[in-house]
């Protein structure tokens, strides 16, 4: 079985399962916390559970990062290294709003940067929308992606806790004779891949409070898409293999306004308080 078809059932499967325990009360019961330090759901340690069994399945030899247990080595020496949010939107799923996704992306033991992984899939629980990067190629719900789209340029998801912080922003899209419209839908990884897709013009998570875990995929796209990435930490030091959090991100096209102000963002006077 290819890398691409095998990697892509886990997630298929995963998102199968998430589907239906949906709405089951039993599953979405705070049992604790993560290695995180994040509060865990019972459906969180199944579905991790899960993919790490389907995994072993795959007949790859595989290390997976992801937030409930951490850094599994399910072998001696690893194939791939799998970086993955087996249920990103996880409040959204316990209170039954239907937005939230099973991302995953493999990477070579070599590879020193989170946006060089050699497959990455996004996948919509509910909707079955998927972003996927396959040999070296984007495809969208499995039609080919060959350049960003220019989509929704008002649009940008935001996560961020200071009204300075947008008042900035919007100043900044004013000027370019556009009428920002904001967005927080509760789930990065889908957010980050549309604005990687050029879906919508821009994302942007400001709080300090996003993992790795949440945006590998994501930011893969985005790269072989030619779309703008800023973080901090920087992606060349981002790592694949521990959890880590990732201060500020943003995701944009070109002509984004949020280009303009990226200094003000970025600042370090600008840093949020955190929980």
């Not at 929308?129 to 008002?154: A, I, P």
């Not at 920002?180 to 879906?199: D, N, P, V, W, Y």
């Amino acid at each position: 079985m290819s890398l691409c078809r095998a990697y892509r059932r886990v997630v298929e499967d995963a998102s199968s399962l998430l589907r239906e325990y949906y709405g089951l009360d039993y599953y979405v019961e705070v049992v604790g916390k993560g290695v995180s330090g994040d509060i865990s759901r019972r459906i969180d340690i199944v579905v991790e559970d899960y993919i790490v069994d389907r995994v072993l399945s795959t007949g790859f030899k595989s290390w997976v990062l992801a937030e409930e247990r951490g850094l599994r080595k399910l072998v001696e020496v690893p194939e791939h290294i799998l970086v993955v949010d087996p249920l990103d939107g996880s409040l959204n799923y316990a209170l039954r709003i239907p937005f939230a996704a099973v991302s995953l992306a493999v990477y070579t033991p070599e590879a020193r940067n989170i946006t060089e992984a050699v497959y990455c899939i996004v996948r919509h629980v509910f909707t079955g929308d998927t972003v996927e990067l396959c040999n070296g190629r984007v495809h969208y719900n499995r039609v080919e992606v060959q350049s960003r789209l220019d989509k929704g340029r008002e649009v940008l998801s935001i996560y961020t806790e200071s009204h300075r912080v947008l008042g900035v922003i919007r100043e900044a899209f004013t000027k370019q004779g556009l009428e920002l419209k904001t967005r927080t839908l509760g789930a990065a990884s889908l957010e980050a891949s549309h604005a990687a897709l050029g879906l919508i013009g821009q994302f942007a998570h400001l709080t300090g409070k996003i993992r790795n875990v949440d945006l590998a995929a994501a930011l893969t796209i985005a790269r072989v898409l030619r779309a703008h990435i800023y973080a901090q930490p920087p992606v060349d030091q981002i790592s694949t293999t521990e959890l880590q959090t990732i201060s500020k991100v943003v995701v944009a096209g070109a002509n984004s306004p949020l280009l303009s102000v990226l200094d003000q963002l970025f600042s370090t006077t600008n840093t949020e308080n955190h929980e």
